[in-house]
């Protein structure tokens, strides 16, 4: 089943901090979260692995709370550059495939 | 190194049409994933391949078939196109489930 991600679409100022949510009705083993300009091709933002560290770059980081079966997102102090689709995939162990959600919009505005 | 290349860029066919996507990556990677995505939708999974000779369906095969002869090539084809296939398709390839993707540019088809 396809995780749920949360909000569908959200609007933020520049600076702003933004926390996107993806949900499974599967005990997951990896989350994936990808970023897709409109046109383009998804971009890879980070990997979290069941019983890993929670990861994060710059101002990007997220989260894995593998009882809840779910993943957060966070952006902080949110750029212009930030705009665009965002996409969990959730993986369960022993299967090779991901399983990709919903999307979450995001629009940055000056 | 290329990374991963996806011909065409662009594509229309008439009703009843065959056609092959072609996909082909450089870093050496056993994973390969065919996707579609239509207008303001997520990706969907059309078929995977964990290695030379092994393919196996994802959630929407229905209408496309795949080959993996080599580790870098893993066209998938189109018979009998209809305008339900009407989408951009994504390839992709990886390490495995726990190492990131790669994606290709797309190709988009229209079917009219």
């Known amino acids: 089943q396809q995780p749920v991600q949360s909000p569908q679409a959200v609007i933020l100022r520049e600076g702003e901090d933004a926390v996107i949510n993806c949900s499974s009705s599967?005990?997951?083993?990896?989350v994936h979260w990808y970023r897709q300009k409109h046109g383009e091709a998804p971009v890879f933002l980070m990997i979290l692995l069941k019983g890993g560290e929670q990861k994060g770059h710059e101002k990007i980081s997220a989260s894995f709370n593998e009882k809840k079966q779910q993943s957060s997102l966070y952006l902080t102090a949110s750029q212009l550059s930030y705009s665009g689709t965002y996409f969990c995939g959730t993986g369960d162990f022993g299967n090779e495939k991901l399983t990709f959600g919903t999307g979450t919009r995001l629009t940055i505005i000056p | 190194n290329a990374g991963v290349t996806q011909t065409p860029k662009f594509r229309i066919l008439k009703i009843g049409q065959s056609m092959t996507l072609q996909c082909t990556q450089d870093m050496n990677h056993n994973y390969m994933y065919w996707y579609r995505q239509d207008p303001g939708m997520g990706l969907k999974l059309i078929y995977y391949s964990v290695g030379a000779g092994i393919t196996d369906k994802g959630e929407v095969p229905n209408g496309y078939n795949v080959s993996r002869s080599t580790t870098e090539d893993f066209p998938l084809r189109l018979e009998l196109a209809a305008p339900s296939q009407t989408s951009v398709y994504f390839c992709?390839?990886?390490?495995?489930?726990?190492?990131?993707?790669?994606f290709g540019p797309g190709t988009r088809l229209t079917v009219t």
């Open positions: 992709a390839s990886s390490y495995s489930q726990q190492y990131e993707q790669y």
């Open positions: 599967k005990a997951l083993y990896s």
